[in-house]
């Protein structure tokens, strides 16, 4: 599966952001898509997840109850709608995705990346 990441930009904090992971391929409905970012100088750190079946959901303390992940299995698009935006989410952030649906939180658990997408969030 190939997978495009996009919706990211330059917002004051405060602001919301949806970015949007478009999949290519039948089988995208199998797969547990999950969200992370990356600031420089910092490791790559697990922000959301969603099974093949949209009700396993899983989000990291510092965006719960700010961000809510879903997925539209017809569109072969997951999203990642982020309210109540903070500086310290300004990240570069990657949708990856897996078909077994283990250790969601972990980076090496995910066999396809998408490219990232900027998101910066001023003071």
């Known amino acids: 599966v190939q997978l495009q990441a996009s919706g990211g930009g330059l917002v004051q904090a405060g602001d919301s952001l949806r970015l949007s992971c478009a999949a290519s391929?039948?089988?995208?409905?199998?797969?547990?898509v999950g969200w992370f970012r990356q600031a420089p100088g910092k490791e790559r750190e697990f922000v959301s997840s969603?099974?093949?079946?949209?009700?396993?959901?899983y989000y990291s303390d510092s965006v719960k109850g700010r961000f809510t992940i879903s997925r539209d299995n017809a569109k072969n698009t997951a999203y990642l709608q982020m309210n109540s935006l903070k500086p310290e989410d300004s990240a570069v952030y990657y949708c990856?995705?897996?078909?077994?649906?283990?250790?969601?939180?972990?980076?090496?658990?995910?066999?396809?990346w998408g490219q990232g997408t900027q998101v910066t969030v001023s003071s």
């Open positions: 990856a995705a897996q078909l077994i649906g283990l250790n969601n939180r972990r980076p090496d658990a995910y066999s396809y």
């Open positions: 391929g039948r089988t995208f409905k199998s797969y547990t």
């Open positions: 969603v099974g093949w079946n949209i009700q396993r959901t």
